[in-house]
């Protein structure tokens, strides 16, 4: 019974590690995206005002 418990805990343990790891993954993601937006934006301002 404590075996089982044990390993219900590491199970528990693996799952919350691998859905932080996604939101990780997403919030990096989320933030590449917005910074090279940025910098093509600027890129293309600069361009117009030659």
């Known amino acids: 019974m404590v075996k089982l418990q044990e ?4 199970l528990q343990e693996k799952t919350s590690e691998n859905s932080n790891l996604k939101g990780t993954l997403a919030s990096s993601f989320l933030v590449g995206f917005f910074l090279i937006f940025t910098w093509v934006s600027v890129y293309f301002l600069f361009l117009k005002r030659l």
Do not use: A
């Open 7 to 10: 390993n219900m805990d590491k």
